[in-house]
């Protein structure tokens, strides 16, 4: 099977990604409950917080331009989130894929899944997928290591003073950091991480050591309320309550059972399927570096699955967590494979997976079910939605349209199955 381009394609996809998610940010903006806009209201304003900074940003950009905190919140979401797109455009404009990246590369737990599922959209995580996107490009040969090394050194603790559990996920900038600089013995990688990830681990300790008070707490939600009448609430709301000192355990897993274990379970494992298969299959091109020459390929990358295990035990939402971890090993493996560090063999032995995967009869289906088919739900107690593509358009269209769904011919068995399972 030949690799394909895919830039035609792929730019459409990106573009429908570009324009839903501006428009489901525009509808979610003036929501009162909505918590993808709760995160951005935290502040400075009561005292030093965790997530304080993103707020004060917004606080900036609402009195610098005389509009509302919320209209301001918009406005940084949507350029962060279409910045992120047109660099991923960008940077995948020149590949071909073979048939298991390109089931990689459009599985619904990546680009997609925002907008499928929009109480996603708008977090603080779409900053940091900028920020690692960022780190990528600067890692190309036609930058020097001193501009990645300075951009982690500068820039990172900010990302921590927006969402600190960005620090779950430097192990991935600390690949990227090993590549670039070539370090190849264990010193000589200590000596550089360490300096520069230095104002990142001082920030962290900084974040964990001095947290918000519940006195510093009522002051930050009165100036909201104050100044932009604007309450606190779920993550303003649960900052001085659901804290990042392993207390949340029993709020996690309260609800939790067997079923929604294994639901998420097979969420990974189907969803991950593509990228595990690509990167068990494959290996390190040389022996240049600490980690090509002490670790194989997937090992690498089940490494840096484990940080995320914090995640899962002491955050309540799995949908995102299990995003976050894709969107950071997707990325990571098309930059090693886009500069030729890894090979870049076709996962497939079975000749009756062959046979399946070139008959178009077969394939476009099978594609269409698994990429644009399903999607997980947000919360770990959440069910698997279904008809992700088609119930973003059918949703955006009711909005749009100003209808409230098909509401003709109730009777028909086809109208009847389409409320109960598609609406």
Known sequence: MNNIDLKNKFSIYILFSIFFSVFYLYIKHDISNDSSISEWLINYHGGFTRRGLGGEINIFLSNIFNISLRQSIFFLQSIIHVSYLIIILKYFKDLKFNIIQIFALFTPIFILYPIAEIEVLGRKEMLLFLFFIGSIVLSEKRYSATILNNYVFFLFPLVCLVWEEAVLFAPYLA??????NNLNT??????????????????????????????????????????????????????????????????????????????FLMIFLIGFLPLNLLITKNSFKQNSNFINKNFKLHTVFFILYSPSILLFIFGYDWGRWINITYTFSILLYFFLLKNELITNKLPINSNFT????????????????????????????????????????????????NHDGIRILQGNPIIKFHKLYIE
Do not use: Q
Not at 211 to 235: D, I, W
Not at 371 to 394: C, E, H, M, Q, R
């Open 354 to 401: 062959k046979k399946i995967l070139s008959n178009k009869k077969y394939l476009i289906p099978l594609f269409f079910i698994f990429a644009f088919g399903w999607n997980p739900k947000t919360v770990i107690t959440g069910d698997i939605s279904t008809n992700s593509l088609y119930k973003i358009v059918y949703n955006s269209s009711k909005k749009i349209f």
């Open 186 to 263: 264990f010193k000589k990688l200590l000596y550089k991480l360490l300096i520069i990830f230095g104002p990142s681990i001082i920030t962290f300790l900084i974040i964990f050591l001095f947290p918000l008070s519940k006195e510093g707490h009522v002051s930050m939600c009165g100036y909201l309320t104050n100044v932009f009448g604007e309450r606190c609430y779920m993550s303003a709301s649960l900052l001085v309550t659901s804290t990042i000192y392993f207390d949340t355990f029993d709020v996690v897993h309260g609800k939790a059972s067997i079923e929604h274990y294994f639901r």
């Open 175 to 180: 690949v990227l950091i090993v590549f670039k």
